[in-house]
């Protein structure tokens, strides 16, 4: 009898332990990178479309990455991540530029710009630019390029340095 009812709880507690409220029939997983980033503002070396500052610069909150990602690098170390996001609602592709925390506690102030470069064009859109920044995050503006080749693109440099160090995810096409 007593194992019966140490079997009894062992399973009573295990159905304790399922979530409530799961997936409905039809709604399929999430979309990729959507999951806790999505639902935060926190920025995020991931790249987060519903954080401050991607909400200022109007990126839509569907955006998701797509491609790899690309570094930026001096002197063969890595100093910042370049992503691109493509937003399937807005029909929008967005550069993301994540700095690197060694890279920020080591400078003070430093140049950012990221665009996203269209092979089609042969030119970067959608670029914006912080100078004397010393930020972690920073996000294009809206490249209407979803049907043609693009690859996000990045520049940093440090004040005081005549080089500027640039990177870029891979092309992607439509």
């Given amino acids: 009898m007593r194992s019966r009812m140490i079997a009894t709880a062992a399973v009573s507690a295990a159905f304790v332990l399922i979530p409530v409220g799961g997936a409905f029939a ?8 959507s999951e806790t980033a999505s639902e935060s503002t926190a920025p995020s ?10 909400q200022a610069a109007g990126v839509c909150d569907d955006a998701r990455q797509i491609g790899e990602t690309g570094y930026i690098e001096r002197d063969g170390v890595k100093i910042a991540s370049v992503k691109q996001f493509y937003s399937p609602e807005c029909k929008e592709n967005y550069s993301y530029v994540w700095a690197w925390e060694s890279f920020i506690n080591a400078e003070d102030d430093y ?8 092979y089609d064009q042969d030119k970067v859109l959608g670029q914006k630019s912080w100078p004397a920044s010393n930020g972690q995050e ?12 693009t690859a996000a693109v990045g520049t940093v440099r440090p004040a005081g340095s005549p080089t500027t160090y640039e990177g870029s995810s891979d092309k992607r096409c439509a």
Avoid at 27 to 33: E, F, Q, S
Avoid at 138 to 149: F, G, L, M, P, V
């Fill in 45 to 54: 070396p991931k790249g987060n479309p519903n954080s401050a500052k991607a």
């Fill in 111 to 118: 140049d950012v710009s990221a665009g996203v470069y269209s």
């Fill in 138 to 149: 920073y996000w294009s503006d809206a490249a209407k390029t979803t049907e043609e080749c």
């Fill in 26 to 33: 039809g709604t399929g997983p999430a979309a990729p990178g």
